[in-house]
């Protein structure tokens, strides 16, 4: 079955650094999401992504993030400048050929600022 | 902000027995509620999903029940299994000024334990 991968699956990052979280959607679909879920709290959403840009994106989705799809599989989460209230795990989703169909979560990318 | 309210926060159920989650919404406009199971380490998975045209969906021993005029939609796990032990999370795409592009929100989750 067609599935979402994340690499890192950790990444160590002293704060202040860039860091550059990567994901490969499932390979038909067009939407793709970025959440995070600080430990032991729910899934929260950052950002959407549709058509080479940005559809929505929440408060916590500051200057400090961007998302790119550089190429016609990948698709990444870049934080400029890290805090230590940014250490998470962030999931990349994905979903078919319109915005409300199920989304497809990868195992995440556990993210540890120091 | 749209809220989405999900109890128990934790459930403890014997094997065999039927586990209950039930979540609440504030807003009326949505497409379609799904709901994830996470093991831990592991990203969400897409458990079963329920769109607001229908009351009740039923797969396998998982089924979503949907009362559009009390804004509520539960999960049900019958014959619940010790393997089914995980964090399970409703979640709703909610919609804000007529537009939507899939932005889930999530309840907090339950951690349901199964034991043998």
């Known amino acids: 079955e067609p599935e979402v991968t994340q690499t890192p699956s950790h990444q160590v990052t002293q704060m202040g650094q860039e860091v550059i979280l990567r994901c490969v959607p499932i390979s038909n679909h067009l939407y793709f999401y970025w959440y995070r879920q600080i430990l032991g709290q729910k899934v929260e959403f950052l950002v959407s992504f549709y058509n080479n840009e940005i559809s929505e994106k929440s408060e916590i989705f500051d200057d400090q993030f961007s998302v790119e799809r550089p190429d016609g599989s990948n698709f990444t989460l870049k934080i400029r400048s890290t805090k230590l209230e940014d250490s998470a795990m962030y999931f990349c989703?994905?979903?078919?050929?319109?915005?409300?169909?199920?989304?497809?979560f990868g195992d995440g990318t556990r993210l540890s600022i120091l | 902000q749209q809220q989405v309210k999900q109890s128990p926060q934790s459930l403890i159920v014997q094997k065999g027995g039927i586990s209950i989650i039930n979540c609440a919404y504030e807003?009326?406009?949505?497409?379609?509620f799904p709901w994830y199971q996470q093991f831990p380490g592991k990203g969400p998975a897409l458990l079963i999903a329920?769109?607001?045209?229908?009351s009740e969906k039923k797969e396998g021993r998982f089924t979503i029940s949907f009362n559009k005029s009390a804004k509520q939609f539960s999960l049900h796990i019958m014959d619940s299994q010790p393997g089914d032990s995980a964090t399970y999370f409703c979640?709703?795409?909610?919609?804000?000024?007529?537009?939507?592009?899939?932005?889930?929100?999530f309840g907090q989750g339950t951690i349901l334990t199964v034991h043998p």
């Open positions: 979640a709703a795409p909610l919609i804000a000024g007529g537009t939507s592009y899939g932005k889930l929100t």
């Open positions: 807003n009326t406009a949505f497409d379609y």
């Open positions: 989703a994905s979903s078919g050929d319109r915005a409300n169909q199920p989304q497809h």
């Open positions: 329920i769109r607001p045209d229908v």
